[in-house]
């Protein structure tokens, strides 16, 4: 034990003795001694100082009196300048050439005037003042009130008068019947033999060859079209035939057509009578592509598009 003990404390000291060396040899590696260095910068300052100071003891020294003199001089040709008394100037003449003026124009003398005769207005002043009397002695009635009770219950029952009509609904023309009679009229002529009878016979076949005329009855109720609720013609389907072709319009694709489908757009005669009002309304509809109505002039597009031969017409049922 006393062994390890010796031997721990001989490789302390060793250390430590190495660690010392070691600390000596880094400080005199890298620390400088700048006290040489000071004392070399302070004999500087001083020789400096010094050469200094003898340059400026044996500067030479500056001869004023050329300067003096010339300020004498200066000064004397100042001083010899004559200023020379004012004198007095004699304004006699005009004076007296003024008091002639003066004297002149005093006596201009200015012709009288004749006398103007006044004029008497007193009898114009009495026919203004008469005329006025009459003028406010007029009596403007007053405007009566007409009664027109009785046209407006006249117009109320021509109004109900209207509305009573009852419009039959119109149905085919049967023209059978008479065909009939055309041809038991002719058989009888040509029976008889007066005159020609092709006349007859071709009117005959004109009247049969006509169809019966069909008069659309009127749309029921759930045939009417349905508009669209906040618009004035955007339909819920295509109630009128087949729609138009829609990307005739310039800036109008097949996509962009199928959204105007389903806001109801089908037609260009719908898109041709739209005001700014039904313009805000379909655009708020058309998601990311606001704007391109006004911007592509859709309305006047379909205008010319809708006058085409092609294009379905509008219908009277659409307000």
Not at 240 to 256: Q, Y
Request: glycine share 4%; proline share 7%.
């Amino acid at each position: 034990m006393f062994y390890l003990l010796a031997k721990i404390l001989t490789l302390l000291i060793l250390a430590a003795l190495f660690g010392a060396w070691l600390a000596r040899w880094w400080l005199r590696r890298h620390d400088e001694d700048v006290t040489s260095e000071y004392a070399h910068l302070q004999e500087q300052w001083r020789d400096w100082r010094h050469s200094f100071e003898e340059r400026l003891a044996a500067r030479p020294d500056v001869d004023l009196e050329p300067l003096a003199a010339g300020l004498q001089r200066v000064d004397a040709s100042v001083r010899s300048i004559h200023i020379p008394e004012p004198v007095a100037t004699d304004l006699t003449p005009v004076h007296s050439r003024l008091e002639a003026l003066e004297r002149a124009v005093a006596g201009i003398r200015m012709p009288v005037m004749p006398t103007i005769p006044s004029v008497d207005l007193t009898p114009l002043q009495e026919r203004l003042d008469s005329v006025e009397r009459a003028v406010r002695a007029i009596e403007i009635p007053a405007p009566k009130e007409a009664d027109l009770s009785g046209v407006d219950q006249r117009l109320s029952a021509l109004e109900q008068a209207v509305r009573a009509i009852a419009i039959p609904p119109a149905t085919s023309v049967d023209l059978s019947a008479l065909t009939d009679r055309l041809d038991t009229l002719a058989a009888k002529l040509a029976a008889q033999a007066v005159g020609p009878v092709a006349p007859v016979v071709e009117q005959r076949a004109s009247l049969a060859a006509r169809e019966p005329v069909a008069v659309p009855e009127p749309m029921s109720a759930s045939e009417q079209p349905t508009v669209r609720a906040g618009s004035r013609n955007l339909l819920t389907r295509a109630h009128f035939g087949a729609p138009d072709d829609l990307k005739l319009i310039r800036g109008v694709k097949a996509g962009m057509e199928r959204m105007l489908h389903d806001i109801g757009v089908y037609y260009f005669w719908q898109i041709a009578e739209w005001n700014p009002d039904d313009v805000v309304h379909a655009d708020s509809q058309l998601v990311a592509f606001h704007g391109r109505i006004a911007r592509d002039g859709w309305v006047s597009q379909a205008g010319e598009l809708a006058a085409r031969e092609d294009a379905a017409r509008r219908p009277e049922v659409v307000a």
